[in-house]
């Protein structure tokens, strides 16, 4: 089957400049190919979801995607450049990433934890706590900031690790643009409430208006759908469909995807919604 890749997305959006690309790189977990050799290119102010069935390969394809694998064969570019020649610093005030169950073994106040997230930015400490206290805002988290994180709820917890990641490439002036920054996602809405989700997608689309590029691993076809300018659904060791949602989701692409019939519902808006 022909993978689609538009060059406009439905929302009338122009696909930006090319940030983060793939040039035939496998994924793989030991001698298991999890991939076909992949070629995908992600570009700035662009809002990516990447879904699949269960072990199809997201979360390893993430992984690779932020540079802490090194690709046996095949490239990796960010920002044109080879991403294994960027320094650790380097690549902490360009990419952020935040994994399928992220957590710490210590028992860190949450505001200990922001504040780690500003480690590599020279700034004052009247401007970090500003940025931290406005970005707690936007992810409802300034009531948990005194709080261990060890004793907070895997939603309230999941808050916390996203507005680490946002923190981290965040610049410290906040008029400047997000262009050249990546943020990287596996499942950050698995353990949230209706309102919770629904103001992560707000402030997600927030910082892809400035520039940022989102790469968002997810199941919840339904909640992302309506937010996202691409989805990519993986499954028979490839990339089966790339595009805006609602070109992507179809009955035939989804039986095919998730070995299940499964039924479409579109909307005034010509969005679409996946039901049993
Ligand atoms: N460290 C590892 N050693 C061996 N196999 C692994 C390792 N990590 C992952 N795998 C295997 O690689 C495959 C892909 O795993 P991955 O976590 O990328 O899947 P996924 O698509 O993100 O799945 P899910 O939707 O369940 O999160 C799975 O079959 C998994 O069991």
């Known amino acids: 089957m022909k993978i689609e890749r538009l060059e406009q997305s439905d ?45 199809c390969g997201k979360s390893t394809l993430l992984s690779m995607l932020s540079g802490v694998e090194t690709p046996f064969n095949g490239e990796l570019t960010l920002g044109g450049q080879a991403i294994s020649s960027l320094s650790a ?4 005030l360009q990419r952020a990433v935040m994994a399928q169950s992220a957590s710490t073994p210590f028992g860190f106040i949450a505001d200990e ?3 780690l997230a500003r480690y590599q930015h020279i ?3 009247e401007q970090k706590s500003r940025l931290i206290n406005l970005v707690a805002e936007q992810f409802d988290i300034t009531h948990l900031l005194a709080r261990n994180i060890q004793t907070l709820s895997g939603g309230e917890r999941q808050r916390i690790f996203l507005a680490k990641a946002v923190l981290q490439i965040l ?3 906040q008029n400047e643009s997000l262009e ?32 940022l590029c989102i790469v968002c691993v997810s199941h919840d076809l339904n909640l992302i759908s309506p937010y996202c300018d691409r989805l990519i659904l993986l499954g028979e060791k490839r990339c089966l469909a790339d595009g805006p949602p609602a070109r992507v989701l179809t009955t035939d692409m989804l039986s095919r995807c998730y070995h299940t019939q499964l039924n479409l519902i ?8 996946v039901t049993h």
């Open 171 to 173: 610049p410290s002036d």
């Open 89 to 92: 610093n380097h690549l902490a």
């Open 123 to 125: 700034e004052l400490l």
């Open 180 to 211: 050249g920054k990546l943020l990287l996602l596996d499942e950050p809405t698995s353990a949230l409430d209706l309102r919770h989700q629904k103001l992560v997608m707000q402030q997600l689309v927030a910082l892809r208006e400035k520039g």
């Open 11 to 55: 929302n009338g959006k122009r696909l930006n400049t090319e940030l983060l690309t793939l040039k035939d790189v496998v994924i793989a977990r030991g001698k298991k190919r999890l991939l076909e050799p992949l070629s995908l290119s992600f570009h700035t102010a662009e809002f990516t979801a990447i879904a699949g069935e269960n072990g």
């Open 113 to 115: 934890l922001l504040h």
């Open 266 to 273: 579109k909307n005034e808006q010509k969005q679409v919604f």
